[in-house]
């Protein structure tokens, strides 16, 4: 098996769609009354579910976490530290919630953290190079 890429199960499909494509500038092409959205974001799959209909799929109900969660994170990468600052402001300009402003860890990285609007956190980070696989 290979990792072929991640979703998130949300509740208000229109405001995530818009964060995603508005916010963090991914090239989300369905429109915001669409069930689920497929993009490829840097050759990783990502995907939004809607939770009912993952529920009525599985014929289960889930509990889901209101605000902040601290399951799992979404991380993007910059090439310079000066982009993990000009990146955070201006997304949170746009309306993503700041949770951890810009800031240099010891071990090197410039991170920061941003939530979206169903309290996922998404990192922003650099250790000041062009990311290697």
Not at 21 to 43: A, M, P, Q, W
Not at 66 to 95: M, P, Q, R, W
Not at 102 to 120: K, L, V
Request: charged content about 30%; hydrophobic content about 35%.
């Amino acid at each position: 098996m290979r990792l072929d890429g991640f979703g998130l199960f949300v509740e208000d499909m229109p405001k995530m769609i818009k964060f995603y494509r508005d916010v963090l500038g991914f090239e989300i092409k369905e429109t915001e009354d669409s069930v689920n959205v497929y993009l490829i974001k840097d050759g990783t799959l990502f995907m939004l579910y809607g939770r009912k209909n993952f529920e009525k799929m599985t014929n289960k109900k889930y509990n889901y976490i209101k605000g902040f969660n601290g399951h799992f994170e979404i991380a993007l990468y910059v090439d310079t530290y000066e982009e993990v600052d000009s990146c955070f402001e201006d997304v949170v300009s746009k309306g993503a919630v700041p949770v951890l402003p810009p800031t240099t860890e010891p071990w090197g990285q410039r991170t920061c953290y941003i939530s979206d609007p169903e309290g996922n956190l998404i990192e922003i980070g650099s250790f000041n190079r062009p990311f290697d696989r």
